[in-house]
Nanobody, 128 residues
Framework: QVQLVESGGELVQAGDSLRLSCAAS????????MGWFRQVPGKEREFVAG????????DYTGSVKGRFTISRDNAKNTVYLQMNSLKPEDAASYYC?????????????????????WGQGTQVTVSS
């Protein structure tokens, strides 16, 4: 079992930056591809960014490329999402998720049901 806890969400203004953190416990994250998703009420959960176990490859949805950066510190069992130049349309609940892969550089997977473990989410609000 892996427990994931997100933090860092808050109310910011358009153009501001935020860094979200996802701290894991229970098992090492070395064997997991980690993803960040977001969801607004009435819409499906959307893939935002992902990172392979080693950190050598990162994946992003088109709307955040160049603005968001995912990273991980396996020694700290933590994954981060640096969000710059925030826009009102980035407002959502942000979730981190873990997909077991072993220590393999796997292709991107954007489907939420492919991820085994989820955090409870952290709320990001962006005012215009």
């Amino acid at each position: 079992q892996v427990q994931l806890v997100e933090s860092g969400g808050e109310l910011v203004q358009a153009g501001d930056s935020l860094r979200l953190s996802c701290a894991a416990s229970g098992r090492t994250l070395n064997d997991y591809y980690m993803g960040w998703f977001r969801q607004v009420p009435g819409k499906e959960r959307e893939f935002v960014a992902g990172i392979t176990w080693s950190g050598r490859r990162t994946d992003y949805t088109g709307s955040v490329k160049g603005r968001f950066t995912i990273s991980r510190d396996n020694a700290k069992n933590t994954v981060y999402l640096q969000m710059n130049s925030l826009k009102p349309e980035d407002a959502a609940s942000y979730y981190c998720a873990a997909r077991p892969t072993g220590r393999v550089e796997v292709p991107i997977v954007t489907e939420p049901n492919m991820y085994r473990y989820w955090g409870q989410g952290t709320q990001v609000t962006v005012s215009s």
